[in-house]
């Protein structure tokens, strides 16, 4: 049985459907990376996945079991953990304090302190621990992001675009913390738009356009696609051929 599943999922806003039927599955520690233009319904398919929006239409299973209907809340207490494009952190509080409200909202049944040493020591802000949150550089701000997620001990992972605006090194760097936690067996699914990032983590590949998935399948067969390369990359399929 899949860990998720996505049946049939549909949602508009007024007329514009940014989310069009979309069937996918995921195993229970699989890396899902998922690509895509502005404006595809990326975002909009997470946010149906995490909980912060329900669909108009289909259903979404985790584990076999229909979670359409519930909310964020207990799709994190369900083992869902999601970071967001724009990171949002609790400025005022020091970086240990933010996780552990992270934890606070997780699974229950685990050592919320002691986990929460254990992954800012993995992401790497042991040492900025009882900074404020808000004195953290981008690349900072990014791991705490990645490191609030961790912190609900979740069994699926979403994240949003965490490698925009890092620089190469740093993004080698966030690379490796997330193939580490993929190598944990964590499941996850990982929107972006730095290719090689995806390509170095991911198990399979998605490309959606227009609220619709035109592509599902290993990464290097995904991108060498005609539809995605015209969709994605802006290559007309035409003038490959020539």
């Keep these: 049985m899949p860990f998720l599943t996505l049946d049939h999922v549909s949602k508009s806003y007024g007329a514009l459907k940014v989310t069009d039927d979309v069937s996918l ?36 299973l985790l584990e076999g079991v229909d979670v359409t209907a519930q909310g964020a809340a207990a799709r994190c207490h369900a083992g869902i953990g999601r970071s967001f494009q724009i990171p949002h952190p609790f400025v005022g ?16 049944g685990t050592d919320g302190a002691a986990r929460c040493r254990e992954i800012l020591e993995e ?51 966030l690379i ?18 730095v290719v090689h990032a995806l390509m170095a983590v991911a198990q399979r590949l998605v490309v959606i356009d227009r609220g619709r998935i035109v592509a599902d399948g290993a990464p290097g067969q995904v991108m060498d696609l005609p539809v995605v390369q015209e969709i994605y990359l802006g290559i007309d399929a035409d003038d490959q051929a020539a």
């Design 25 to 60: 599955s995921l195993d229970a520690t699989e890396t899902l990376g998922i690509l895509g233009p502005n404006g595809a319904g990326k975002s909009t398919l997470f946010n149906l996945i995490g909980g912060t929006q329900r669909p108009d239409a289909g259903r979404i």
């Design 93 to 108: 509080m020091s970086v240990y304090e933010n996780l552990l409200v992270g934890s606070a909202f997780g699974q229950s």
């Design 123 to 173: 992401t790497g802000l042991l040492a900025k621990a009882n900074l404020p949150a808000g004195k953290l550089t981008l690349l900072e701000r990014k791991r705490l992001e990645l490191a609030r997620a961790l912190a609900t001990h979740p069994r699926l992972l979403l994240l949003d675009e965490i490698a925009g605006g890092l620089t190469e090194a740093e993004c080698q760097s």
């Design 176 to 193: 490796q913390t997330i193939q580490r936690i993929r190598d944990r067996g964590v499941a996850i699914i990982w929107i972006e738009h």
